[in-house]
């Protein structure tokens, strides 16, 4: 699985969006695209993911440049309780056969900090 | 539709004793993964069980074993615990499929060795 690198921490003010970037420039062409966050001292939460085109939930949405070297995960309009560690993880498909890869690699993650 | 669930929520061991951690998946889903996460580090990954067989391990020594049952829960036994076992244990489960699959995470477990 690909190398991610994020900031160690963000800050950003309730009510505006929040982008959260991430390099994986050593990405293979098939390799996806996560993002989970973990409040503090809870299990991590799923977020989004993505291949190569942008991706949009009820929770964020995620841009993945062309060249797939970069990503950004965007809180729309961020509140108190987004302030978690927000993880990107690059990842492996599943083989055919319908197994599934279960590793996900966590880096440090950034802390971002939603302020009043 | 309930989540992942794990029991217990917390734990105090002494080093030497062993433990046994317990993981229920969420509906539907046939996998599960350990993850151990140190104070201040992002979660590493243990194993992962599928057709109640380990799939797939990570750099965890042979005192960390678990099961799977035909049911899909599964347990994580660590034995002759040590200090830095100290950890918060996280369960994930998803859906084997061809491609990708998602990983959701239960709440964990906080595990003491003193």
């Known amino acids: 699985d690909a190398k991610t690198t994020q900031p160690p921490s963000m800050d950003c003010a309730e009510g505006r969006a929040a982008n959260l970037p991430c390099n994986h420039s050593?990405?293979?062409?098939?390799?996806?695209v996560y993002w989970y966050r973990q409040i503090h001292s809870q299990g991590p939460q799923y977020i989004i993911h993505?291949?190569?085109n942008n991706e949009t939930n009820e929770m964020a949405s995620l841009i993945i440049t062309e060249d797939r070297k970069s990503s950004t995960l965007i809180l729309p309009h961020a509140t108190l309780r987004d302030t978690a560690v927000y993880y990107c993880?690059?990842?492996?498909?599943?083989?055919?056969?319908?197994?599934?890869?279960?590793?996900?690699?966590f880096g440090q993650g950034t802390i971002l900090t939603v302020h009043p | 539709d309930a989540g992942v669930t794990q029991s217990p929520t917390h734990l105090i061991k002494t080093r030497g004793q062993q433990v046994t951690l317990r993981c229920s998946p969420k509906s539907g889903h046939d996998t599960v993964s350990w993850y151990q996460q140190a104070l201040g580090q992002g979660p590493q990954f243990i194993f992962q069980?599928?057709?109640?067989?380990?799939?797939q391990r990570g750099n965890f020594p042979d005192r960390f074993s678990g099961h799977q049952f035909p049911n899909y829960s599964s347990e994580l036994n660590v034995n002759a615990l040590l200090l830095g076992d100290s950890a918060l244990y996280l369960c994930a489960s998803s859906l084997a499929q061809r491609g990708q699959e998602t990983q959701y995470f239960g709440p964990g477990t906080r595990l003491l060795v003193l």
């Open positions: 050593t990405i293979s062409g098939n390799e996806y």
């Open positions: 993880i690059v990842r492996s498909p599943s083989p055919a056969g319908g197994t599934s890869y279960g590793k996900l690699t």
């Open positions: 993505g291949l190569k």
């Open positions: 069980y599928y057709e109640e067989e380990e799939r």
